[in-house]
């Protein structure tokens, strides 16, 4: 027959072992999480700031910016449509055959004794292309020639980063997410069996890649590219409802606006849609 003290022995070994078989268990599950941390996942469809990159900016037109109206993306008067005076002209690199159109960039002056103190960013919007000009060489004259990656900015845009007087400076660049106030904004030209739709106040990445159209009596017809932010569709579309696909060039998130212009609509009118990116 066992002794209570040989007993005992037993029993706060059994407690002893039990211990340090749960202690090596949490710290094993403890320095399995400190090495993999969670990661909250992306949410999709959300443009995210680019890595910066450098590239040189110079500026056109006056203080009015009156010289920046209209533009190869086709947004008439910036003024009017929302984009105002802080906009840009790409060039063709950056351009993208107009897929860039309606993109943001935050640009700050470096490496230049034109530079403003504490190099100030400002951001703009992509309005217009630069074009090569083949007269010029690409260093003297030529800014916009490929492969160059050039910002022809508006006036009061580049005199928030830099002296006017420095005419060219080396900037950083980045896109960064449009924030854009309301839906989509579609202005309609053609006629009863064309239809051409610059789309503006993009939000997000501010391009856009495809686009379709929904009559109440069509199934969605796709919209081919035309130039800049516009797209058009080769159908009998008048005397109906319209609804609109829209897909973001940059994210590849497409947004479905329903009933953007009613049934009456006409050519030389904007419709607001009730969708945007983000």
């Not at 990159?53 to 209209?70: I, K, P, Q, R």
């Not at 002209?89 to 640009?107: D, E, K, R, W």
């Not at 159209?213 to 800049?228: D, L, P, Q, Y």
């Amino acid at each position: 027959m066992a002794s209570p003290l040989h007993s005992w022995s037993i029993a706060f070994f059994l407690i002893g072992w039990t211990v340090s078989i749960i202690c090596t268990s949490n710290a094993a599950d403890y320095a399995y999480t400190s090495r993999t941390p969670t990661i909250a996942p992306r949410t999709p469809g959300v443009f995210r700031p680019s890595p910066w990159a450098l590239a040189h900016a110079t500026f056109y037109g006056d203080e009015s910016a009156s010289a920046t109206m209209g533009g190869a993306c086709g947004y008439g008067n910036l003024f009017n449509t929302g984009y105002g005076t802080d906009t840009a002209a790409l060039s063709s690199t950056l351009f993208n055959n107009g897929y860039a159109c309606g993109s943001c960039y935050q640009i700050k002056c470096v490496q230049s004794p034109g530079c403003f103190a504490g190099y100030p960013l400002t951001t703009v919007t992509a309005t217009n292309l630069c074009p090569p000009n083949w007269a010029q060489d690409s260093n003297n004259g030529g800014w916009c020639n490929p492969p160059r990656t050039h910002f022809d900015m508006s006036k009061p845009a580049f005199m928030k980063i830099a002296q006017w007087k420095a005419g060219i400076v080396p900037v950083m660049y980045r896109r960064v997410p449009c924030v854009r106030q309301g839906g989509l904004q579609l202005a309609f030209q053609g006629n009863g069996y064309w239809l051409l739709v610059y789309v503006m106040n993009v939000g997000g990445g501010g391009d856009v890649s495809g686009m379709w159209v929904k009559g109440t009596k069509t199934g969605w017809i796709s919209m081919s590219h035309n130039w800049g932010a516009s797209y058009q569709a080769f159908a009998t579309l008048s005397g109906q409802a319209l609804s609109f696909k829209v897909t973001s060039y940059t994210t590849k998130q497409t947004l479905i606006a329903y009933n953007v212009a009613p049934s009456n609509w006409n050519v030389g009118m904007t419709y607001k849609a009730n969708v945007n990116f983000h």
